[in-house]
């Protein structure tokens, strides 16, 4: 996030926006974006410069839970913990 906001200064600050949408039969699943504005009902955390927002609906489902970047041989990504 930090190389991301660097590179695009102009654009404005980013935050990480944090999702549950409904998947169908399989129940739900988390969706990542790059956001630049928040409502105002959005909870917004930060650690180390980089901001994470969640809706006040999605909230209720990952409260507790710990936002992380993993890097892995075959792929990188953000996972729910």
Do not use: H, W
Not at 14 to 37: I, P
Not at 48 to 63: A, E, N, P, R
Not at 68 to 79: C, K, N, T, W
Request: net charge negative.
């Amino acid at each position: 996030m930090k190389e991301l906001q660097a590179n695009e200064a102009s654009v404005g600050e980013k935050m990480l926006r944090l999702s549950v949408e409904t998947g169908g039969c399989s129940g739900f699943q988390y969706a990542f974006l790059l956001d630049s504005k928040t409502d105002p009902d959005d909870r917004i955390f930060e650690r180390d410069g980089i901001k994470l927002v969640v809706d006040k609906v999605s909230y209720d489902f990952v409260k507790g839970a710990t936002v992380d970047y993993v890097e892995e041989l075959i792929r990188s990504a953000f996972m729910i913990l």
